[in-house]
T-cell receptor, first 112, second 117 residues
Framework: NAGVTQTPKFRILKIGQSMTLQCTQDMNHNYMYWYRQDPGMGLKLIYYSVGAGITDKGEVPNGYNVSRSTTEDFPLRLELAAPSQTSVYFC???????????FGQGTRLTVV | GQQLNQSPQSMFIQEGEDVSMNCTSSSIFNTWLWYKQDPGEGPVLLIALYKAGELTSNGRLTAQFGITRKDSFLNISASIPSDVGIYFCAGQLTLRAGGTSYGKLTFGQGTILTVHP
């Protein structure tokens, strides 16, 4: 079972470049989330989605955008990369509010 | 916003010892989750708790949902070297908007566990 798949695993960006972090899940989960994890910190919610066509901001949305055109995919877009966005990004999905979230393996992003 | 305080931040123990860590919140959650993260990997769910007072075990792991709904603890008994990793608590609050319910997970800062053979 694939579960939650994130690509790429690693990326180095220059300041001002843009990129899209891909996330796809094959569990037919309605809920999907994007988190960032900084060294020595827990995970901070960037954006989440409760279903196709519905997205909302989390704790730290500035500098990011998302879309949810299908149930399976939840890409995260960085338009103008900044050093403060250097982090490990995790995508997660869950079936419902009371169920546990399953995480992808993460994307390690460095902005130089 | 909701704050989760997880302690201790790190632990260095001998193989065979028991481990205890906990999370406290400034507000109420209706679900508590405990995750483990190995280096270079995403968090993996260990235990999920859904009711105040609930005590749940998963092998050598035991977790409890505090009566006040503002705290939770995780115990690991007879630790082994593969228990090494970062343990995260996460609280989930179910919210409703426009007839849709959804849950946002709030994570603690993590407890780094090192087990010496």
């Amino acid at each position: 079972n694939a579960g939650v798949t994130q690509t790429p695993k690693f990326r180095i960006l220059k300041i001002g470049q843009s990129m899209t972090l891909q996330c796809t899940q094959d569990m037919n989960h309605n809920y999907m989330y994007w988190y960032r994890q900084d060294p020595g910190m827990g995970l901070k919610l960037i954006y989440y989605s409760v279903g196709a066509g519905i997205t909302d901001k989390g704790e730290v949305p500035n500098g990011y955008n998302v879309s949810r055109s299908t149930t399976e995919d939840f890409p995260l877009r960085l338009e103008l990369a900044a050093p403060s966005q250097t982090s490990v990004y995790f995508c997660a999905s869950s079936y419902s509010t009371a169920n546990k979230a399953f995480f992808g393996q993460g994307t390690r992003l460095t902005v130089v | 916003g909701q704050q989760l305080n997880q302690s201790p931040q790190s632990m260095f123990i001998q193989e065979g010892e028991d481990v205890s860590m906990n999370c406290t919140s400034s507000s109420i959650f209706n679900t508590w989750l405990w995750y483990k993260q190995d280096p270079g990997e995403g968090p993996v769910l260990l235990i999920a708790l859904y009711k105040a007072g609930e005590l749940t075990s998963n092998g050598r792991l035991t977790a409890q949902f505090g009566i006040t709904r503002k705290d939770s603890f995780l115990n690991i008994s007879a630790s082994i070297p593969s228990d090494v990793g970062i343990y995260f608590c996460a609280g989930q609050l179910t919210l409703r908007a426009g007839g849709t319910s959804y849950g946002k997970l709030t994570f603690g800062q993590g407890t780094i566990l090192t087990v010496h053979p």
